[in-house]
Structure formats: C-alpha cells, structure tokens
C-alpha cells in the first residue's frame, strides 16, 4: 500500500506540472493540501518536493491556488523537519504576504502557518512590526474566527512592547482600516 500511495502522489504532482487546465490545477493542488493533513504523507510529499510545489504556489494569480498552497503548508509545518525545510526556503515572507489576501481561508491558514513556524529562530520574522499590525487590525475583524484567532497571535506569540509598538504606529498611520476610538 505505501508504494501505491507514492505512486498515487506522485501521479498527482506530474498532472499538476503538465496540465494547462487552471481548473484542474486548482484540483490537484486541493487534494495534495488534503494529502498534507495526514503524518504518514510527509516523507512522500517531501520526497515529491511538494513544499516547494506549494510555496511557488503561493505567488500565482488564482486566489484558489494560494487558498490551496497555503493550506497545504499550513498541514505540513506540523512537522519539525517541514517547518525547518520551509524556514530554510525562505517560506515566511511569502506567507506573510498571504495575510493581504481578500479570502478569509487564505488569511487563517497564513496566520496559523506563522504560528506553526515560530521558533526562536524565526521569531524575529514572524512577528515582525508589520506582521503585529496586521494582528491588531485583525483582531478587530468582523469575523469572529479571524479576530481570536489574531487575538491567539498576539497574546501567545508577540510580546507586549511588540504589541504597544505597533498600537502606537497604527495612531500615527493613514494604513488600513482606522481603529475604532476606545
């Protein structure tokens, strides 16, 4: 069965690289981020260089494709030796860029993505000024789901000086949606 699930996954990432069809893009990439859910998938997917098929992904013009890659990270970085290859390939600033997305699936999945690749290492990038700002403006979001999951970020992984620091840029900044008065 394990060579037949190879086999399987590697059919998918072939169809994927050879298909013109976006629609059919779109479906492989969503059934690869399905196959990220499952630990015993990692060693193939790593094996297939899908890492690095999601990343690339992460830059395509089709909002599915990004929602579908960064979902597909967002399983993967569970895994130690994922989140170390995503770190080492400079994975966090094109996930960061995913918080401006429009779509709300792509917008979890990017903050819980940063969540999962936190180390003491790449903390610094992580929760970088902007990133917090971003943060802030989410844990006013509409959206029940965005706000605590921001709200998670800050209080788990941003310090308070981080927080305060970007409170006070957000005052003196034209940038985004304004904060509500207090």
């Known amino acids: 069965m ?16 050879a298909t013109d069809s ?3 893009k779109e479906q492989v990439l969503a059934n690869l981020a399905n196959f990220a859910y499952d630990p015993r998938n990692y060693g193939h997917l790593r094996q297939l260089q899908v890492l690095d098929l ?3 992904a992460l830059t ?18 569970l ?4 989140k170390d290859y995503i770190l080492e390939a400079n994975g966090v600033e094109p996930v960061i860029n995913c918080l401006s997305s429009s ?40 959206s029940r789901r965005l706000s605590n999951l921001a709200t998670v970020f800050l209080e788990d992984y941003c310090t308070p000086l981080q927080v ?5 840029l957000s005052k003196h900044t034209a940038v985004g949606i304004p ?4």
């Open 103 to 142: 779509n709300e699936e792509t917008v979890m999945s990017a903050v819980t993505t940063l969540m999962y690749l936190t180390t003491t290492q790449s903390r610094q990038q992580t929760t970088a000024l902007p990133v917090v700002e971003c943060m802030l403006r989410f844990s006013l979001s509409a």
């Open 54 to 56: 999601f990343l690339d």
């Open 164 to 168: 305060e620091e970007a409170r006070n």
């Open 179 to 182: 904060l509500p008065k207090d």
């Open 79 to 82: 895994d130690k030796t994922n």
């Open 2 to 17: 394990e060579l037949g699930r190879l086999e399987y996954l590697q059919a998918l990432v072939t169809e994927f690289q």
């Open 60 to 77: 395509e013009d089709s909002e599915a494709l990004v929602e579908f890659a960064i979902g597909g990270l967002c399983n993967l970085c």
């Open 22 to 24: 976006p629609d059919a």
